[in-house]
């Protein structure tokens, strides 16, 4: 079956830093995605979504870049602070599926350092 | 904002007691999901609802039903709770597109 992943596991960051997560997904029918920031005990928090009609969205302090040729997501978090630290994971919706459906990536940790 | 809330933070439970989770949501959602999050494993969906009354099975519905009476409520209910159902409960909602969740139920089967 066709999911969503992640290059890489973790990524450690110093204060002030950029920073950048991948996510590779293989359905090419996808049309919506979602990055998602969920901090130790808490549920995921919805941070910036893009649909396929677009390759780049920007929201505070974050931005997202899509692209679909190489099927792939990446979420750019400027001046990273300490409070960013969490794991963050990518979602897409499979094209079409119905009732709001989404497949989930494993997840990326990014530990900020002070 | 979306709100959506759900009734305990932490939940104790017995070997083969029965289990009601509770989870509202403020935003007229149409969808509303129950997932279980472990580590390793990631989010996995155990049911959805598309409709007051109208529930589908996710990829992991064993041991596990639910309910929908209201719009804005879905409940999931472990009927004989087990110590493999110790995890992450999360309940999320959404209209069409992307989902809101629910701040999570730590759920213990002793």
């Known amino acids: 079956g066709e999911s969503v992943g992640l290059h890489l596991p973790t990524l450690s960051v110093q204060e002030g830093d950029n920073s950048i997560i991948n996510c590779a997904y293989s359905n090419s029918a996808s049309d919506y995605f979602i990055w998602y920031k969920q901090e130790s005990g808490k549920g995921p928090q919805f941070i910036i979504d893009i649909r396929s009609n677009m390759d780049k969205r920007q929201g505070q302090r974050v931005t997202v870049l899509l692209n679909k040729t190489v099927k792939h997501l990446s979420l750019q978090i400027a001046a990273t602070q300490p409070g960013d630290s969490a794991v963050y994971f990518c979602a897409e919706n499979g094209g079409g599926t119905s009732y709001g459906k989404l497949t989930f990536g494993q997840g990326t940790i990014l530990t900020v350092h002070p | 904002d979306v709100k959506v809330t759900q009734s305990s933070r932490y939940l104790v439970k017995r070997t083969g007691e029965k289990v009601f989770l509770e989870c509202v949501q403020d935003m007229d959602h149409e969808n509303m999901f129950w997932y279980r999050q472990d580590p390793g494993l990631g989010l996995r969906l155990i049911y959805f609802s598309y409709d007051v009354k109208m529930k589908e099975k996710g990829d992991i519905p064993e041991g596990y039903s639910v309910s929908r009476e209201k719009k804005e409520r879905f409940s999931l209910i472990l009927e004989s709770a087990s110590t493999n159902q110790t995890s992450m409960y999360l309940c999320?909602?959404?209209?069409?597109?992307?989902?809101?969740f629910g701040p999570g139920t730590r759920l213990t089967v002793t």
């Open positions: 999320a909602s959404s209209f069409r597109a992307g989902q809101y």
